[in-house]
């Protein structure tokens, strides 16, 4: 485990370098410049000169090595992450106050996803088993496919639609009216899950269908072992040859698609939290790309790529410590190294 460790650590560090450099590159490549959407009406009024000292101030008027190396050392290195062109504030501390609303956000999603996922595909597998829930099981199998494969958006512009001409969703917040960040005081807290429930649930819907039908289809390969024929002709009951043996058997790798569900969820969130008003880090993403503020894009796109990796290491640590196939595998490949 802690080879793994330092071995993932290590090749996180030219990931994200990689990574900044591609971001840096596609964010100058963008038409216009941060002063022109800063000023925007304004610049008519405005000399040339007074437009290039605001240019020399944010480092514009330099070529894009020069800026590259002067947001490297001057924002990454200092652990500040630069200062948004914005309102001048240090882009970490902006982060700090969308960051928690995003996070509140995406695990709601995670827990209604994989809480529900894995009960819908255990659902779908027992009624394929018995003899009258086939058409059933067939209607959640379809249904989990058009999840599965509907665009986020617009599923939550339809769920909008619909929910601003339901009585039944009368009392339900349907966009997002608090402040940036998340409360500390129980009663705030209660509140703020008020309002997260309708995107929570909207941006967990791809997910939850997609650990449904994985759920469905592993439980489904792991009956057919045969191990499945000798606990049955033993006498056990099909619930308990389920819960007890093929559901843990099939943990493993729902466990490692957990872990990799947290960089989908949080891609997902761009767009959910742009739709519902949400005061997270997906919505800063969109304005600070529409605003031009390449230190804020330039920090949030190394935030997503960190926990992109991050969130893949905790999901291969996990599949060993559930799996011992995997971990016999992985420390006869480091004795192997070793000798």
Known sequence: MPELLLRRCLQAVPLLVILSIITFAAVLSLPGDPVDVLVGNAQKDMAPDELQVLRQEFGLDKSAVEQYVLWLSNGVLKGN??????????????????????????????????????????????????????????????????????????????????????????????????????????????????????????LSLRRMAKIALFVRTATINELAEEYVTTALAKGLSRVRVLTSHVLRNSLAPIINLAGLSLPSLLGGSVLIETVFAWPGMGRLAVESTFGRDYPMILALVLMYGALVIFSNLVADMLELMTDPRRRDAYLAEVEGAQA
């Open 81 to 202: 992450l630069g200062r948004s062109y914005k309102d001048g504030r240090p882009v970490a501390a902006i982060i700090q106050e969308r960051l928690p609303s995003t996070i509140g956000l995406v695990a709601t999603s995670l827990l209604l996803a994989f809480s529900l996922g894995l009960f819908w595909g255990l659902a779908m597998v027992a009624l394929k088993q018995s003899a009258f829930g086939k058409w059933v099981e067939a209607a959640l199998f379809v249904v989990a496919l058009v999840l599965y494969s509907a665009p986020g958006f617009w599923i939550g512009f339809m769920a909008l639609t619909m929910a601003g001409t339901m009585s039944v969703f009368g009392e339900v917040p349907l966009l997002a009216v608090h402040a940036a960040g998340f409360p500390i005081n129980p009663a705030a807290i209660f509140s703020s899950l008020w309002y997260v429930l309708l995107p929570a649930t909207i």
